[in-house]
């Protein structure tokens, strides 16, 4: 039996930050464009959960990707296909934008 774990699903918000800051992560926020046109954490790339499917094949393969929506929901369950799919690495960013904006990390609007 192979002690070997599946990595974790969900990172917090300050290691996400740090995955960005270092360049070793893309992030992509998987809510609706009117969400995203509110609030978003800068160079997020939008990708709404029900285009997911068909866009996925063109998501990058040479960074880890991050993903996150409003509160986790949404973002939890499109790593989840996303592992499924063949991005073995996808994590979703724990408490979504409202964590990040709520912890003082950089939001953009407009």
Known sequence: MSSAREPELEIGDE???RALSADTAHLIDVREEWEFRRRRV???TLV???QLPQRATSLPRDKRLLVIC???NRSLAA???LRRVGFGDAVSVRGGTAAWAAN???V???
Do not use: C
């Open 15 to 17: 290691d996400a930050e």
């Open 79 to 81: 790593a989840e296909y």
């Open 48 to 50: 709404p959960l029900a």
């Open 70 to 72: 409003e509160h986790g």
């Open 104 to 106: 003082d990390r950089a």
């Open 108 to 110: 953009e609007q407009g």
């Open 42 to 44: 800068p160079g997020a």
